[in-house]
């Protein structure tokens, strides 16, 4: 499997606080089948993105784990003006291995108003968004024609895998059933920040999803398309259901 969100690199953010603690974390990875994983530090308002300092941390786990698993650089970017401004001048810093593909996470207490055109001047320069754990944002579920509209963009959903699997409450799994039968789940990553609550183990929930959707669904979630994230090859998805026509979709949430 390939895991594109996890906060691995200790010192930085609210993830691993030392280096035993990445190198349990990737140690675990490793052991639940993960062969990648993508270190993705906040970069935001709190935690300052120091890429220098990120990647020698890198290089310091994966001297530490050798060859058991391959750790890559992205982050998880938050839509603050000066980010913004930074990433559509320069890309490389954030996106994951400098391709294309960009993590976004969004505040739970307000969405831009003007965010529709920050990811048209994204998707425009080669950045592709990928909206961080959806499921678990109550102003983004409010609304989930907004998120058709942003796939049908070009944007993309990457979904937490505990979510399938009750961790983070029965309302972020309900949203997961949701997204997935309306054709807007992309990814299913760990969102790790530790070995115990919210640990880089994405056994579980692959197994739900193969049970529940099947296996090739199962492959592409886990496997395919996060690999594809790795080199920046293009991601081409299938169109989700309109949700503006689903009035009862509406009225779940």
Known sequence: MVDIHSHIVFGVDDGAKTLEDSVAMLELAAESGTTDIVATPHSDLRFRFDLPLIRQRIAEMQERVGDRIRIHQGCDFHLHFDNIRSCLVDRAPYTINGHRYLMVEFSERSIPG???????DMLQQEITPVVTHPERNGLLMG??????????????MQVTGQSFTGRFGKSAEANCRELMKHRLVHFVASDAHDTEWRPPDLREP???????????????????????????EYLECEDPEDARAKKAWYKFW
């Open 114 to 120: 003007n965010i529709g055109d920050v990811f048209q």
């Open 143 to 156: 609304d989930p024609g907004r998120l058709v509209e942003w796939v049908r963009m070009g944007c993309l």
């Open 206 to 232: 692959r197994k739900h999803v193969a049970a529940e959707y099947g296996e090739e669904m199962a492959e592409r979630l886990f496997v395919t398309n996060p690999r594809m994230t790795l080199t920046g």
